[in-house]
């Protein structure tokens, strides 16, 4: 079965340590996504990749960064930067026939 | 910027009872709006609404746009257990189909 895997699933870091998040797709998806989901304030964009090799800043791109080397690979690297990393980070891709956002099943880390 | 803003933010129901969940947006180019269930992790896709004033069906669950006014509504009619969940309503507008805006969620509960 096609699908969004991200991994790891639950992660804890201290503070001034970078960490990186894995999102892998099988769906031949062309764009994806990253998103922050913090309570009461739904789901926020940090960084989306439309094609391989170039991506785009959302709306909260600040402290974060990512690569798109692969058509099936995103991941998210969490910088020291990033002033409150503690969230839940869910990754999507966009799935053509039917226009919606296909959502793996998240990454939460925890800051320490 | 895009707005889209959800109403009620939490609503707590019995089994059986319907329910109205609203979203109201402020989009620029808007393309489509979507609904969604998060149960635990990962949103799964609910509806895409397109059109104004044609309703769409999923067993108990419906829903319609209005572009004029500027808000969809969700209705959940005979509630069940199972349906207790975050609903995430978004709207895609610009020149990226997957670049959602996404409410803040209404938490609904339902009880036995």
């Known amino acids: 079965d096609g699908g969004i895997t991200q991994s790891p699933k639950y992660l804890f870091r201290k503070e001034g340590q970078n960490v990186t998040l894995s999102c892998e797709q099988n769906?031949?998806?062309?764009?994806m996504y990253w998103y922050r989901q913090d309570p009461g304030q739904g789901l926020r964009l940090i960084y989306y990749?439309?094609?391989?090799?170039?991506?785009q800043k959302g709306d909260i791109a600040e402290g974060y960064s990512v690569s798109r080397e692969k058509k099936e690979s995103f991941p998210l690297t969490v910088t020291s930067a990033q002033k409150n990393p503690t969230a839940f980070y869910l990754c999507a891709s966009y799935r053509d026939l039917t226009g919606e956002l296909f959502f793996g099943e998240g990454s939460r880390l925890t800051v320490l | 910027e895009d707005k889209v803003v959800q109403s009620p933010l939490s609503l707590v129901v019995h089994e059986g009872d319907t329910v109205t969940l609203n979203c109201s947006y402020e989009v620029t180019n808007f393309r489509s709006l979507l609904w969604y269930k998060q149960e635990k992790k990962a949103p799964t896709f609910l509806f895409m609404l397109?059109?104004?004033?044609i309703e769409k069906k999923s067993g108990r669950l419906s829903s319609i746009l209005d572009k004029k006014e500027l808000f969809s509504i969700l209705n959940i009619t005979a509630t069940q257990t199972g349906d207790s969940a975050v609903y995430l309503c978004a709207v895609a507008g610009g020149t990226s189909y997957g670049k959602l805006t996404f409410g803040q969620g209404t938490i609904l509960t339902v009880h036995p």
């Open positions: 769906l031949n998806h062309d764009a």
């Open positions: 990749s439309q094609i391989v090799n170039d991506f």
């Open positions: 397109t059109s104004s004033g």
